[in-house]
């Protein structure tokens, strides 16, 4: 597979905890390290601080794709504004 | 007190189909439900409540996601990915094409739910309360004390008062 990739979209992608919309992200960029590491950095066009729960299982990232969506598992979150960068854990769906 | 954790609750009907539903409600959630039963006369100011409208209001409220095909067969989808709530146009739309007594089944389900949901939070309530050993489902006390408050002993415990003085 891939070392190194780097995904990024037009179409909206949204940090999620359960089933609430915590983030709807207007640009963002998915980065796999050649270590393995998942990273995130986004612009937010919406965020709902309170929903924000890095770590928490039930905190994810969606991201449309053809077809479909990618579910990551959100680590950490750093926010500075709406500008967002996060780790991620590896696809699940 | 604290806020809602949003979990989700899977449950089947009795026709099978299995459902995905809200565990509980919070205030915006249940706000919503409620407002969805009123209508608002711009032109009068009156604000009609319809009752009718509270089943579907009540399913929309914790509906998720579900397992209901079409007469074809094929997964009437209400929600964009696991993560997300039903589009609630969507969701009117294809409630209102369900056979009337799966709509039934489906109310009926969410509704013993809903009963569920809050037994448990009483039991709950209790333990934090520090009456741990506490019986779910208390016996009345022997004897009345103080001014009933709907579950108590039958006999009425305030006397009506009298229209002929």
């Known amino acids: ?93 | 007190m604290q806020t809602v954790r949003p979990a989700e609750v899977q449950l089947t009907l009795a026709n099978g189909a299995r459902i995905t539903v809200r565990r509980r409600l919070n205030v915006r959630e249940q706000r919503e439900m409620y407002a969805d039963v009123i209508t608002f006369n711009r032109a009068t100011g009156e604000v009609v409540r319809n009752p009718l409208e509270l089943p579907r209001a009540t399913i929309c409220a914790y509906l998720l996601d579900w397992t209901v095909t079409d007469d074809r067969g094929e997964l009437v989808t209400i929600r964009d990915h696991p993560r997300a709530v039903p589009d609630k146009a969507r969701l009117d739309a294809v409630l209102d094409e369900l056979d009337p007594d799966d709509y039934a089944d489906l109310l009926a389900t969410i509704d013993a739910h809903i009963g569920r949901e809050k037994d448990r939070r009483e039991v709950e309530k209790k333990t934090r309360s520090g009456n741990a050993n506490a019986d779910p489902i208390s016996n009345s006390p022997s004897e009345p004390v103080g001014v009933s408050t709907g579950s108590g002993p039958l006999t009425p415990t305030i006397t009506p008062p009298s229209w002929n003085s």
Do not use: N, Q
């Open chain 1, 1 to 93: 597979m891939f070392r190194h990739l780097v995904l990024s979209g037009r179409a909206e992608a949204t940090l999620v905890f359960g089933y609430h919309t915590a983030a709807v992200l207007a640009s963002w960029t998915i980065d796999k390290s050649p270590a393995g590491v998942w990273s995130l950095s986004a612009t937010a066009r919406e965020l709902d601080p309170i929903k924000c729960r890095p770590g928490d299982r039930d905190f994810y990232l969606v991201v449309p794709r053809k077809g479909g969506y990618w579910l990551f598992p959100v680590r950490t979150l750093i926010r500075d504004g709406l500008s967002l960068a996060a780790t991620l854990g590896p696809i699940e769906h």
